[in-house]
């Protein structure tokens, strides 16, 4: 099974800073038949279900706003959230979808500083 | 609008048998390969199973393979999960969660709409 492994496993910014959150596999995830690295990452508020923001490391899901953004490739991944609103308090997980099983990071735990 | 309902859940002893349902809606249910994914209380995210878009295909995580069977009707635009041989460590919210992409059998897979989920707790 390919290991996802985040950081930091929390952190607290202030509103309308920015936040980082690192992902990072135990082996590539880069799917040679596109070219595209096989990333997503999910936002799960408490009581609710994850929501897909990001897919193919740097798409953004339909009706996520753009101050969510994904880059990387083969390895290592990045979710940024360029300015930190009050709703986005959270916690985020990766997942690499290259291979069966899929599997996800350990989750980030978002708050407001 | 994609809407994915899931019921079932319950209570059961370990040992037993429980048989989960997601019933879909907003979408073209026979296009789209499903997964249940779990979360245990306090927990991550953890991939189940997965079921091509005509049921041809079927894929399990090593520690439901041989106890948990993942089907669908597409006439009735459900998914099911029969789950026997219950065991403590199973206890978890179980999602329904669809393909991104139609007709795919083979990964890559990632899950674009959830459900609430259900809570399965197994204990005596």
């Known amino acids: 099974d390919i290991v996802m492994t985040q950081s930091p496993d929390s952190l607290a910014v202030s509103l309308g800073e920015r936040a980082t959150i690192n992902c990072k596999s135990r082996?590539?995830?880069?799917?040679?038949?596109?070219?595209?690295?096989?990333l997503a990452w999910y936002q799960q508020k408490p009581g609710q279900p994850p929501k897909l923001l990001i897919y193919?490391?740097?798409t953004r899901a339909s009706g996520v706003p753009d101050r969510f953004s994904g880059s990387g490739s083969g390895t290592d991944f990045t979710l940024t959230i360029s300015r930190l609103q009050a709703e986005d308090v959270a916690v985020y997980y990766c997942q690499q979808y290259y291979t069966s099983p899929s599997t996800f990071g350990q989750g980030t735990k978002v708050e407001i500083k | 609008q994609v809407h994915l309902v899931e019921s079932g859940g319950g209570v059961v002893q370990p040992g037993r048998s429980l048989r989960l349902s997601c019933a879909a809606s907003?979408?073209?249910?026979?296009?789209?390969?499903m997964h249940w994914v779990r979360q245990a209380p306090g927990q991550g995210l953890e991939w189940v199973t997965f079921?091509?878009?005509?049921?041809?295909?079927?894929d399990y995580g090593d520690s439901v393979k041989g106890r948990f069977t993942i089907s669908r009707d597409n006439s009735e635009d459900t998914l099911y999960l029969q789950m026997n041989t219950l065991r403590a460590e199973d206890t978890a919210v179980y999602y329904c969660?669809?393909?991104?992409?139609?007709?795919?059998?083979?990964?890559?897979?990632?899950?674009?709409?959830w459900g609430q989920g259900t809570l399965v707790t197994v204990s005596s």
């Open positions: 082996q590539s995830v880069l799917y040679s038949s596109n070219n595209r690295n096989c």
């Open positions: 193919w490391a740097s």
């Open positions: 079921i091509s878009f005509d049921g041809h295909k079927k």
């Open positions: 969660a669809k393909d991104g992409d139609a007709y795919t059998i083979d990964p890559p897979f990632y899950f674009d709409s």
């Open positions: 907003g979408f073209t249910f026979s296009n789209y390969g």
